[in-house]
């Protein structure tokens, strides 16, 4: 319903506001939780992979948000509102911590690179130097705005050429995670994308409340 409202322009500052805040409470309760309740590996970045998922996409929905402005709001979306400030570097968290594990698990990347690209290893480093220097330059307001397009482009590409040729190939156990995988791809581009449309008006925002 959120992304519908989105793409038909119908009430897209509160719907994204709700759907941000939602996503950070279940993100706040349910995620961090179970990381540290379920499992006695909460110290491996690796282990907080969906709960940083959940954060990137929390993100989104404010940044949207934030592009958007309307008069006679709510107290309750007012007091949301302010987590806009937050938006760029709830998204930026996420990206640098998965530029983290592209050194950690260079190996494991590297097998999902295609094979007819030479030097997989290669590109496996090069990609996590890429998320850790984008995601550093937006919260330190570096180029902001093209930090963030690269970022879109680069993730766009791997859309293209490595998520939707594993989807396509992908046995029918594992056809869903690979569709879901490249979704989570698309939607990561599409933030990114967004962050960099509203580069001028982040860089404008101070991060107090």
């Known amino acids: ?14 719907i994204s506001l709700l759907l941000g805040g939602v996503l950070l409470l279940i993100f706040c309760f349910y995620f ?11 110290m491996h970045l690796l282990q907080w992979e969906n709960a940083e998922k959940e954060l990137a996409f929390c993100s989104g929905a404010f940044v949207i948000a934030g592009c958007h402005s309307e008069t006679n709001e709510k107290t309750f979306y007012q007091s949301l509102g302010k ?9 930026s968290i996420p990206i640098i911590s998965f530029g983290i594990l592209h050194f950690l698990h260079a190996k494991d990347v590297a097998d ?13 480093y090069l990609a996590g130097t890429a998320l850790i220097g984008s995601g550093l330059a937006i919260i330190l307001k570096i180029k902001p705005g093209l930090a963030a397009a690269l970022l879109g482009i680069m993730i766009f590409i791997w859309f293209t050429v490595l998520h939707i040729p594993r989807a396509i190939a992908s046995p029918a156990a594992y056809l869903g ?11 990561y581009s599409g933030i990114a994308f967004v962050i960099a449309g509203a580069s001028k008006k982040i860089a404008q925002k101070t991060f107090l409340f």
């Open 112 to 124: 999902y690179v295609p094979s007819w690209v030479p030097n997989r290893l290669f590109w496996a």
């Open 83 to 91: 987590l806009l400030l937050f938006g760029s570097i709830l998204f």
């Open 1 to 14: 319903m959120a992304g519908g409202c989105i793409v038909f322009g119908k009430q897209i500052r509160p």
């Open 32 to 42: 961090i939780p179970y990381e540290f309740m379920a499992s006695s590996r909460y």
């Open 177 to 187: 995670s690979e569709i879901t995988s490249a979704f989570i791809a698309l939607a």
